[in-house]
């Protein structure tokens, strides 16, 4: 009952923090699939250099959930990922990362280590070295990735898509300040063009 408790907690904590908005700071929700390869280049050729140029500017949200099948089997809730259990099983090892430590900068660097690395790496085991990022032990991701504290996060995760973009048809795709991106290869462009501070990179010729 006390884990329980406290896994609703964790997640509750997490998600209300990652939907809040600071007046000053333009709010990137990112709604990918780890195994989409639009979704991987996505993270770590666009967002990832726009970041390192822009992270100050920007709150962003990762929600690695996508397109997921759910069903309730016996009172458990059972998960379809769209490239396989795979790919359920690493949406998870990232969920659980975010939401136990760390601030938005390791947060980033988090997600973009498995995203880089899952070329050469599906399983779990492998790609939660990256738990290093977070200054989290392979073993304490890979325990709630792997176990019921995983798959109440991945649930919760499903529970906010579903209420930010409902009917999401395809990935990535990109919200900023919860309206969508049409053209995500644009998302330097489209995040100067919501800052009031107009950063001396937003006024540079080449904008990503």
């Known amino acids: 009952m006390t884990f329980c408790l406290l896994t609703v907690i964790l997640g509750c904590l997490y998600f209300q923090e990652s939907l809040q908005q600071m007046e000053d700071k333009p709010l990137v929700t ?4 780890p195994l989409c390869p639009y979704s991987q280049r996505f993270i770590t050729n666009i967002l990832y250099p ?3 140029n822009l992270g100050t500017y920007i709150q962003v949200d990762f929600i690695p959930y996508g397109i997921v099948k759910r069903q ?3 009172n458990d809730w059972t998960y379809e990922c769209q490239h396989g259990p795979e790919e359920c099983a690493i949406s998870k090892l990232q969920v659980c990362g975010i939401a136990k430590a760390g601030d938005q900068n390791s947060h980033m660097e988090y997600v973009y280590c498995i995203e880089h690395d899952i070329d050469t790496a599906h399983d779990i085991q492998t790609l939660a070295h990256c738990a290093s990022k977070l200054e989290l032990s392979e073993d304490e991701v890979l325990k709630c990735a792997e176990g019921p504290e995983g798959d109440k996060l991945f649930g919760l995760l499903g529970d906010k898509q579903q209420t930010l973009a409902p009917g999401l048809n395809g990935v ?3 919200y900023i300040n919860n309206t969508n991106l049409d053209n995500y290869t644009a998302l330097k462009k489209a995040v100067c063009d919501v800052l009031h501070n107009n950063p001396e990179v937003c006024s540079e010729n080449s904008q990503e």
């Open 72 to 74: 309730k089997v016996n």
């Open 30 to 33: 990112i709604f990918y699939e």
């Open 172 to 174: 990535p795709t990109v």
């Open 50 to 52: 726009v970041y390192a």
